[in-house]
Nanobody, 121 residues
Framework: VQLVESGGGLVQAGGSLQLSCAAS????????MAWFRQAPGKEREFVAG????????YYADSVKGRFTIFRDNRKDTVFLRLDDLKPEDTAVYYC???????????????WGQGTQVTVSS
């Protein structure tokens, strides 16, 4: 499974972005998907996850109420909508795929290359 993220960029605090992650697999709907992020000098951290059907979603406390994860299984794509962005959201954002949803990066089998999100104050 290959994952390709897009949609990152530079935005002012309070602004919004929408990230996309396109998967190259015909079995996309069998995977649980997640977004992680990694800021310079910090460990990769879980941001949001969604189960295979899209019926269940999970968020880190730091982004709850501001970020929204959703997926379109017809287009083999998972999205992350980022609203009310803060400078501390600045990081490289990665999407990941697994057959079991987890907040632990080690549980994910496939990763994208990442997309940079920079929030200016």
């Amino acid at each position: 499974v290959q994952l390709v993220e897009s949609g990152g960029g530079l935005v002012q605090a309070g602004g919004s972005l929408q990230l996309s992650c396109a998967a190259s697999t015909q079995t996309f709907s069998s995977y649980d998907m997640a977004w992680f992020r990694q800021a310079p000098g910090k460990e990769r951290e879980f941001v949001a996850g969604i189960n295979w059907s899209g019926g269940s979603t999970y968020y880190a406390d730091s982004v709850k109420g501001r970020f929204t994860i959703f997926r379109d299984n017809r287009k083999d794509t998972v999205f992350l909508r980022l609203d009310d962005l803060k400078p501390e959201d600045t990081a490289v954002y990665y999407c990941a795929a697994s057959t079991g949803l987890s907040v632990s990066a080690s549980e994910y089998d496939y990763w994208g290359q990442g997309t940079q999100v920079t929030v200016s104050s």
